[in-house]
Nanobody, 128 residues
Framework: QVQLVESGGGSVQAGGSLRLSCAAS????????MAWFRQTPGKGREGVAS???????TYTDSAKGRFTISKDNAKNTLYLQMNSLKPEDTAMYYC??????????????????????WGQGTQVTVSS
């Protein structure tokens, strides 16, 4: 059974940085599409950033220039470096993955229904 486990969330002040990690078991990152989503109470999951098996990345507009998604295939770990954090970035952050041999970028890559596997989430809180 595939397991995705996020870590690295926490509380920071506006302007600060956090790096989220997502470690996987029974799963191969190198051929999958991976993404980070976030969710606040009462709202649906919003795609933040994605990376496909060719390394193509997609970001939501609010994340461009501030967040960087990357993965270490050897360690089977996905990362999200978040800089210049804002209070509106406060949310539960989830990593997600697709099946193998995935090539996906653009709007479709940030749609939650494209992803099969999900972690349990890590909370990010940004105070003003």
């Amino acid at each position: 059974q595939v397991q995705l486990v996020e870590s690295g969330g926490g509380s920071v002040q506006a302007g600060g940085s956090l790096r989220l990690s997502c470690a996987a078991s029974r799963y191969t990152y190198s051929t999958a599409c991976m993404a980070w989503f976030r969710q606040t109470p009462g709202k649906g999951r919003e795609g933040v950033a994605s990376i496909d098996s060719n390394g193509r990345t997609t970001y939501t507009d609010s994340a461009k220039g501030r967040f960087t998604i990357s993965k270490d295939n050897a360690k089977n770990t996905l990362y999200l470096q978040m800089n210049s954090l804002k209070p509106e970035d406060t949310a539960m952050y989830y990593c997600a993955g697709t099946g193998n041999y995935c090539y996906m970028a653009g709007t479709r890559a940030l749609e939650s229904h494209e992803y099969y596997y999900w972690g349990q989430g890590t909370q990010v809180t940004v105070s003003s």
